[in-house]
């Protein structure tokens, strides 16, 4: 029995999954305990605005 398949991704939806996915894992790096639910809403909401979602618009 062949497993189901994953819907086809273009490269651009694929591209912003990782970034979604590195901003996530920057945040939880930066966090001294496991985020809350909230707090990954909060993040991915914060990477679909033009500021820096973790607050460091100063870094390169």
């Not at 939880?28 to 991915?44: G, I, K, N, Y």
């Amino acid at each position: 029995m062949e497993p189901p398949s994953a819907p086809e991704l273009s490269d651009d939806e694929l591209a912003r999954e990782i970034e979604l996915l590195g901003v996530l894992v920057l945040a939880a790096s930066r966090s001294p305990r496991h985020l809350t639910q909230d707090e990954v809403d909060e993040v991915l909401r914060g990477s679909d605005e033009d500021t820096d979602p973790l607050g460091d618009d100063d870094d390169p």
